[in-house]
């Protein structure tokens, strides 16, 4: 029995050791993390850089600056920082080890990215004459050539015409017309087009162009 109660107490007395140390631990981790807030300025601090990345160098946890260019976010104090932005140059930054406080602010800027671009030749515009002696000697292929004429002859281009369905435009105009010409006649009967000189004349021009040929 005595044997027992020894045992049971050397249990509860590293349960507490256990207990103890953990909590000295997470108090050492949570001493160590900072809230750090601040701005991402250009160099001459002129003006602010919105959507600048702020990543935490060995790992995947980092924030964006916003329309400001103000950001905020919690790391520790051995973190070393990247901030970068398109068209800056990137920039470490590691926070004051002599900072003690849980809070920590500062105005971060970054430096214009310069960049050589490539050898651009000007030309000088050419003269009216140079231009006229130029467009007049052109060779086209005699094949580009007859294929720009049949695509612009009118027979085809009145063929493609025709075998197109109507839209929209041309339903809806067709509607209208015909609801136009039933409220003209309302209240009368309307008149037969086989009596219709005007209908006649149109019957004619219509079979004279052959419009009315079967395909």
């Given at each position: 029995?005595?044997?027992s109660?020894?045992?049971?107490a050397?249990?509860?007395i590293l349960?507490?050791?256990?207990?103890?140390?953990?909590?000295?631990?997470?108090t050492?981790?949570d001493?160590d993390?900072?809230?750090?807030?601040?701005?991402?300025?250009?160099?001459?601090s002129?003006?602010?850089?919105?959507?600048?990345t702020?990543?935490i160098?060995?790992s995947?946890?980092?924030?964006?600056s916003?329309?400001q260019g103000?950001?905020s976010?919690v790391?520790?104090?051995?973190?070393?920082?990247l901030?970068t932005?398109?068209g800056y140059?990137?920039?470490?930054f590691?926070?004051p080890?002599?900072?003690k406080?849980?809070?920590?602010?500062?105005?971060v800027?970054?430096?214009?990215?310069?960049?050589?671009m490539e050898e651009?030749?000007?030309?000088?515009q050419?003269?009216?004459e140079?231009?006229d002696?130029?467009f007049t000697?052109?060779?086209?292929p005699?094949?580009?050539?007859?294929?720009a004429?049949?695509n612009l002859?009118r027979?085809p281009l009145a063929?493609?015409?025709?075998?197109l369905?109507?839209?929209g435009?041309?339903n809806?105009?067709?509607?209208?017309?015909?609801y136009a010409?039933?409220?003209y006649?309302n209240?009368?009967p309307q008149?037969?087009?086989v009596l219709?000189i005007?209908?006649?004349?149109k019957?004619?021009?219509s079979?004279e162009?052959g419009?009315?040929?079967?395909?």
């Open positions: 029995m005595k044997n109660t020894t045992i049971t050397i249990f509860g349960f507490i050791l256990g207990i103890k140390s953990n909590l000295q631990a997470q050492k981790n001493s993390l900072v809230q750090f807030t601040g701005f991402v300025l250009t160099a001459d002129s003006k602010t850089i919105p959507f600048a702020i990543r160098m060995g995947s946890r980092g924030t964006y916003d329309m103000y950001f976010f790391a520790k104090r051995s973190d070393v920082l901030f932005c398109i140059v990137p920039r470490y590691k926070i080890a002599q900072n406080s849980t809070k920590f602010k500062s105005v800027t970054l430096q214009i990215d310069s960049f050589i651009a030749v000007i030309i000088a050419p003269t009216a140079q231009l002696y130029m000697r052109v060779k086209l005699y094949d580009d050539y007859m294929i004429q049949n002859r027979k063929d493609e015409a025709a075998a369905e109507n839209d435009y041309s809806a105009k067709w509607n209208f017309t015909e010409n039933k409220a006649y209240g009368q008149p037969i087009p219709d005007f209908a006649w004349g019957f004619l021009k079979l162009k419009n009315l040929k079967r395909k």
